[in-house]
């Protein structure tokens, strides 16, 4: 799976589980997808513009009664190490 395919379902109002099999903060563990954000951060330096973008899964994972947010950025365009189920009916 790629992040289109996370917003895609999370704006059919379609959660999904989501597993990490070695990441370096959640090891192996089963998390719920319920939203995402899209970061960009454009830096001027001198004559060059920086594009910077961040891609965040909003998750509850269990460990605490609060949204968290996962940075996939680092995985590049596929959620590498990981699962995505997708739930047919919306929370």
């Known amino acids: 799976p790629n992040f289109s395919t996370v917003i895609s379902q999370i704006s059919l109002d379609k959660p999904m589980l989501w597993s990490t099999l070695s990441d370096p903060s959640y090891g192996a563990h089963v ?3 319920n939203g995402y954000r899209q970061y960009h951060k454009t830096e001027k330096v001198w004559i060059f513009t920086n594009h910077y973008y961040a ?4 998750i509850h994972d269990g460990w605490s009664n609060s949204q968290r947010y996962f ?9 590498n190490g990981g699962a995505l189920v997708r739930f047919d009916y919306a929370i």
């Open 55 to 58: 891609n965040l899964l909003a």
């Open 71 to 79: 940075d996939i950025t680092a995985y590049g365009s596929s959620l």
């Open 31 to 33: 998390m719920v997808v």
